[in-house]
């Protein structure tokens, strides 16, 4: 019988379980001195001037979008290639995304296509209109990142800011030239840049996110926001702070507990170690399916530190006589867990219904009927690997064209 392999599995360390026992014994719960230490840590970890932990990175993208006054009559561009939460905080403050197409090797936003649709926008010829264009939104797909030198030229021309949705790039680098230094996800290209640790994320926090900017400004905003708009956080407030705070503007309660920034801090510090063994996997991945005709393995140049957050394959359709979602049901059936990032973006029901139509988006539209997910995970067994290769290998060949 094959081992049945789960999509993620968590590794969180004794010194993580002992440091979230500390917190509970300490008598502060909350928002406390364990977030204070998580945020400079993880600042530094990035090389960012200013950090606030919250409980989501959605959280921290729609903090980000609050405090850059995100507004009606506003347009952003956002990848279709994406997780909802990117495009909802632009219609949480009542703007409205501008679907913008991916790169099919990498699933990234494709910079040629976000020119051409905002150029499209400016002529009035997309299924969704505003008053002006303000932004853009850049996502690094599983860890693959984007170009931020690239994306800030752009913005840069025609007056964007730049919030990087990093929800999956930590840690994660890329190069513009082969000697020049490593270019962090959060080392200041992006107005905010922000960063998610959901259970299965590079680190984790159960849930969690961080924002981290370059600019103070942003980030006061921010901070306020993120605890009910107060001009003082709970923490300083219940030590030694003043009883009368006052509501400066009606905020959100996004603020994250010390319970799980005692988790994130060990997480923190094993980032690498972590990120290392996901490379692993993915090593063996490209070893060991390379060779399958039938697949297309994620690519990863030399200018990129890839955090392995995900390993997408893309099915060779031409090459196979099942399809994605047969391949998958088959998976599931051997006990194996895949995924799918994403069903993009304009073929969901919320963005349809707009206007967004498969043509407008051509490149994603084709490249999502071919993806899946394989489960990639520190810890993940030598059995587990095998267990995934030979059933993928098995299935391409039974089903070979
Ligand atoms: C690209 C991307 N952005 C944002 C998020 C939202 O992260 P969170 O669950 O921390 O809000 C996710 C979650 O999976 C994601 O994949």
């Not at 347009?75 to 790169?103: Q, S």
């Not at 693959?144 to 030229?153: F, K, L, Q, T, W």
């Not at 959901?198 to 605890?227: F, H, Q, W």
Request: hydrophobic share 45%.
């Amino acid at each position: 019988m094959p081992t049945s392999v789960p999509f993620f599995r968590p590794k969180l360390s004794d010194a993580a379980i002992a440091e979230v026992e500390d917190t509970l014994r300490s008598g502060w719960l909350t928002t406390g001195p364990k977030v204070k230490r998580f945020e400079a840590a993880f600042a530094e970890a990035v090389g960012a001037e200013h950090s606030l932990a919250v409980n989501s990175c959605t959280a921290a993208m729609h903090l980000a979008l609050e405090a850059l006054d995100v507004g009606p009559g506003q347009a952003v561009l956002v990848p279709t290639m994406t997780f909802a939460a990117t495009a909802a905080v632009v219609r949480h403050m009542g703007g409205t995304p501008i679907l913008v197409d991916c790169e099919p090797a990498t699933g990234n936003l494709d910079l040629a296509d976000a020119a051409a649709k905002a150029d499209a926008f400016e002529r009035g010829s997309l299924p969704v209109s505003a008053e002006r264009l303000v932004g853009i939104m850049p996502v690094h797909v599983g860890g693959h990142m984007v170009d931020m030198g690239a994306v800030r030229a752009f913005a840069d021309q025609r007056g964007l800011w730049v919030v990087e949705d990093a929800a999956h790039a930590f840690p994660a680098a890329y190069r513009a030239e082969p000697d020049a230094a490593w270019q962090q996800a959060g080392q200041g290209t992006a107005d905010v840049t922000c960063f998610s640790f959901y259970a299965n994320k590079t680190i984790t926090t159960g849930e969690g996110g961080m924002a981290v900017s370059p600019r103070d400004d942003l980030m006061e905003r921010m901070r306020v926001m993120s605890l009910h708009g107060l001009s003082k956080d709970a923490w300083k407030r219940y030590s030694g702070g003043h009883w009368d705070y006052r509501v400066i503007s009606p905020g959100f309660k996004y603020n994250l507990t010390d319970i799980a920034a005692a988790i994130g801090l060990h997480q923190l510090e094993r980032a690498e170690e972590l990120r290392l063994e996901r490379q692993a996997v993915a090593n063996r991945y490209a070893e060991q399916l390379g060779e399958v005709s039938q697949l297309q393995l994620p690519v990863v140049p030399a200018d990129r530190i890839h955090s392995w957050h995900l390993y997408p394959l893309r099915l060779r359709l031409d090459q196979l006589k099942i399809d994605r979602n047969a391949f998958i049901d088959a998976l599931t059936e051997t006990g194996i867990s895949t995924s799918v990032h994403w069903r993009p973006l304009h073929a969901h029901p919320a963005y349809e219904s707009l206007g967004w139509l498969p043509e407008h988006l051509p490149a994603a539209s084709a490249v999502w009927q071919r993806l899946v997910t394989l489960p990639l995970f520190p810890g993940m067994r030598e059995d587990e690997v095998e267990s995934v290769v030979a059933a993928v290998t098995e299935l391409c060949r039974q089903h070979a064209r």
